[in-house]
């Protein structure tokens, strides 16, 4: 099995909290001795994980001169759900009403780390895109969502469109952002299952993704400019679908 390289404090210490076994090497920053790397030590030392002590060089050289912070860590992967149907799946089996994130064309590593912290705090079932338009899940990406790449189901799929096809067959509300909608996201239905689309920065979703919506809905802009950031664009969102589901 092929170890995934992880870095950086929260996302190192969130995995030494969820799921210590997975880790099978931490290397640490030798000359750091500050109160953050002693906690993150300790933390090791309860979870029965060792920490070998590495000049920043060599941390440096391992992760292609990433910000790492002094922590290191290789880790097996997660096990994680496959497809959409097994999220959905699991959902039921737990009495929970489905939200799902598609992303369809993000390619920026920060944008999707953010997004999947985001879809952490608002009890978002899985994030999927497309195998061939997506970042993935990348260790700057892990670094950037903060431990939630470990707790948010990633799901790749072959095709977008038919994806969407597939979640309506199963009685879930597809709800696509465009600019130009008439309805605002105030006004979608988003208290059932439901799943929220967004594209990419620019060129927003590809037509067919589009059609494949239930709806499209836009969020009011008051000033001057025309768009938000996606990953802030996703907050907007998710977190309507949230209020209305009572948790806001």
Partial sequence: MALKLLY??????????????????????????????????ARAAQ???????????????ISGGARHQGVLARVEPLARLSTLDAVLDAADAAGATPLLLGLDGVTDPHNL???LRTADA???????????????????VAKVASGAADTVQ??????????????????VHVVGTAGEADDTVYQARLAGPTALVLGAEGSGMRRLVREGCDQLVRIPMLGSVDSLNVSVAAGVCLYEALRQRGEG
């Fill in 8 to 41: 950086g404090f929260h996302a190192v210490g969130a995995r030494l909290r969820a799921a210590p076994a997975s880790v099978r090497e931490l290397l640490v920053d030798a000359s750091r001795h500050d109160a953050r790397m002693q906690q993150l030590l």
């Fill in 154 to 171: 990633y799901v790749m799929v072959t095709n977008m469109a038919r994806a969407l096809a597939a979640l309506r067959e199963r009685g």
């Fill in 47 to 61: 979870a029965g994980v060792g920490a070998q002590a590495v000049d920043g060089a060599r941390l440096d050289s």
């Fill in 122 to 140: 608002t009890g978002v079932h899985a994030v999927f895109a497309p195998k061939d338009r997506a970042v993935g899940l990348t260790p700057v």
């Fill in 113 to 115: 780390g953010a997004m």
